[in-house]
């Protein structure tokens, strides 16, 4: 893609990854129950935002959200961003109270749910500015269903030129912070820094429309959405949602992704899984090939971080490979290209067990308040114990006192209706202050 040709905003950039590849599948559950192709899912957000209307939600209106990883999730935050509005995701643990603050911190007339979310958000929206509940599955009355709102959209509503209308200084999205250090915050992200950052990445570890991804951590967290939402917008990547995380093995075995972000306890358990098959494999020689093959593959893992493999090492790992492929495709890892790590930090010995096994994690930093991720480590210079170097366009320093300094076009606009908290966290010259204490060595 051109620098010409770049979207200026996530609208645009579905209207043209739509339209380029129209009858791919974008949507799927796993099994293939549900499969869309991108020209099923931009008639949804058609309908869906000729719904809203009707509802009166325009430009600059917040919509709420609460639901599982699932197809409607996307249909309707990508519908709401077509109208100049601003989705945002309710962390489905919230208590209560943490649901009524967030509701009125964004001031949302419209909330769409789950049914199993249905009678806690009923509970919370005395005091806020709800007037209307959408359920996206079943029927709970007095709640209107995601079919029958867009089944009844505006007539006169105006697809093509509300969406056009959108800029790129617009807000994208809010990101709300978990609330465990107080209420929580509405980080507003805009279509142009989610770009930033979407194109940082791009940069380093180029996506492109063949990959598969399994959506499954929470969508209230920026990773989820950067990762599954986000982009396949601007590649036209295909996106399996999961509603329930435990049967993420199960999903991983038959999607095979190309591109998998995982928590450090998602990577554990898979080192724990891979650790199993060599451990209790019945067939005696085969159990004794795989142990071989990782002796062999730690051995090439730690020539391979150390610096150039000896040619021994190189030639006995390609024969152990032929065994780790099996462990591999065991999992339904033998098809990744990009792997990632971040959130927390993520114990080296993992790291060092999945690297011998054939898959190479890059560790990543960031925040909800730059948009995602701010440095990497590189798929081909991995440096273990580090969080890598920072993505381009990011500045890094540290302050005297060790805190990480970061700017760069990704940073958020600030906090919903928060300035002097906005001006705690992005100082005078443009420095957003992470809260994070870290060293940058020679390397960068």
């Given at each position: 893609?051109?620098?010409?040709?770049?979207?200026?905003?996530?609208?645009?950039?579905?209207?043209?990854?739509?339209?380029?590849?129209?009858?791919?599948?974008?949507?799927?559950?796993?099994?293939?129950?549900?499969?869309?192709?991108?020209?099923?899912?931009?008639?949804?957000?058609?309908?869906?935002?000729?719904?809203?209307?009707?509802?009166?939600?325009?430009?600059?209106?917040?919509?709420?959200?609460?639901?599982?990883?699932?197809?409607?999730?996307?249909?309707?935050?990508?519908?709401?961003?077509?109208?100049?509005?601003?989705?945002?995701?309710?962390?489905?643990?919230?208590?209560?109270?943490?649901?009524?603050?967030?509701?009125?911190?964004?001031?949302?007339?419209?909330?769409?749910?789950?049914?199993?979310?249905?009678?806690?958000?009923?509970?919370?929206?005395?005091?806020?500015?709800?007037?209307?509940?959408?359920?996206?599955?079943?029927?709970?009355?007095?709640?209107?269903?995601?079919?029958?709102?867009?089944?009844?959209?505006?007539?006169?509503?105006?697809?093509?030129?509300?969406?056009?209308?959108?800029?790129?200084?617009?807000?994208?999205?809010?990101?709300?912070?978990?609330?465990?250090?107080?209420?929580?915050?509405?980080?507003?992200?805009?279509?142009?820094?989610?770009?930033?950052?979407?194109?940082?990445?791009?940069?380093?570890?180029?996506?492109?429309?063949?990959?598969?991804?399994?959506?499954?951590?929470?969508?209230?967290?920026?990773?989820?959405?950067?990762?599954?939402?986000?982009?396949?917008?601007?590649?036209?990547?295909?996106?399996?949602?999961?509603?329930?995380?435990?049967?993420?093995?199960?999903?991983?075995?038959?999607?095979?992704?190309?591109?998998?972000?995982?928590?450090?306890?998602?990577?554990?358990?898979?080192?724990?899984?891979?650790?199993?098959?060599?451990?209790?494999?019945?067939?005696?020689?085969?159990?004794?090939?795989?142990?071989?093959?990782?002796?062999?593959?730690?051995?090439?893992?730690?020539?391979?971080?150390?610096?150039?493999?000896?040619?021994?090492?190189?030639?006995?790992?390609?024969?152990a490979d032929q065994v780790l492929s099996t462990i591999r495709s065991a999992l339904g890892l033998d098809q990744i290209r990009i792997a990632v790590s971040g959130s927390a930090p993520i114990a080296p010995g993992i790291l060092r067990y999945l690297l011998a096994l054939g898959i190479p994690i890059t560790e990543t930093w960031g925040l909800s308040e730059t948009?995602?991720?701010?440095?990497?480590?590189?798929?081909?210079?991995?440096?273990?114990?580090?969080?890598?170097?920072?993505?381009?366009?990011?500045?890094?320093?540290?302050?005297?006192?060790?805190?990480?300094?970061?700017?760069?076009?990704?940073?958020?606009?600030?906090?919903?209706?928060?300035?002097?908290?906005?001006?705690?966290?992005?100082?005078?010259?443009?420095?957003?202050?992470?809260?994070?204490?870290?060293?940058?060595?020679?390397?960068?």
């Open positions: 893609m051109t620098a010409q040709s770049a979207p200026a905003t996530f609208c645009q950039a579905f209207q043209e990854t739509s339209a380029r590849y129209a009858d791919e599948v974008a949507l799927r559950t796993p099994g293939g129950a549900v499969a869309l192709t991108w020209r099923e899912y931009a008639g949804r957000v058609r309908q869906i935002a000729a719904g809203l209307a009707r509802l009166g939600v325009g430009y600059g209106d917040t919509v709420a959200l609460m639901m599982t990883n699932r197809p409607e999730f996307h249909f309707v935050d990508t519908a709401v961003i077509h109208l100049g509005a601003v989705p945002f995701s309710v962390y489905n643990t919230f208590a209560p109270g943490q649901i009524r603050h967030v509701l009125r911190d964004a001031g949302s007339r419209v909330v769409i749910c789950e049914e199993q979310f249905t009678a806690r958000l009923l509970a919370v929206a005395d005091g806020t500015a709800a007037e209307h509940l959408v359920c996206v599955d079943g029927t709970p009355r007095p709640v209107l269903t995601l079919d029958e709102l867009a089944a009844d959209g505006d007539r006169a509503f105006g697809f093509e030129a509300s969406w056009r209308a959108v800029g790129p200084g617009d807000v994208l999205t809010l990101i709300y912070t978990s609330g465990t250090t107080g209420p929580p915050k509405g980080i507003e992200i805009t279509h142009a820094q989610m770009l930033a950052a979407q194109n940082a990445i791009q940069a380093v570890m180029p996506a492109r429309q063949a990959d598969r991804l399994v959506s499954y951590l929470p969508m209230a967290h920026a990773a989820e959405r950067f990762t599954s939402h986000y982009l396949p917008m601007l590649t036209g990547a295909q996106a399996t949602a999961l509603a329930d995380p435990a049967a993420l093995p199960a999903a991983l075995r038959e999607v095979r992704p190309s591109i998998f972000v995982g928590v450090p306890r998602v990577w554990e358990k898979l080192k724990g899984g891979a650790e199993a098959l060599a451990t209790w494999e019945p067939d005696p020689t085969r159990r004794q090939a795989m142990q071989h093959a990782m002796q062999i593959a730690r051995q090439h893992a730690a020539a391979a971080l150390a610096g150039p493999v000896p040619p021994d090492i190189a030639a006995a790992y390609r024969l948009s995602g991720s701010i440095t990497i480590n590189r798929p081909d210079a991995i440096r273990i114990g580090t969080v890598g170097t920072a993505l381009p366009g990011v500045e890094l320093k540290a302050a005297g006192d060790g805190e990480l300094l970061v700017s760069g076009p990704m940073m958020m606009k600030g906090y919903r209706n928060d300035l002097a908290r906005t001006a705690e966290a992005i100082d005078p010259a443009g420095w957003l202050h992470t809260g994070d204490i870290g060293t940058i060595d020679a390397d960068g």
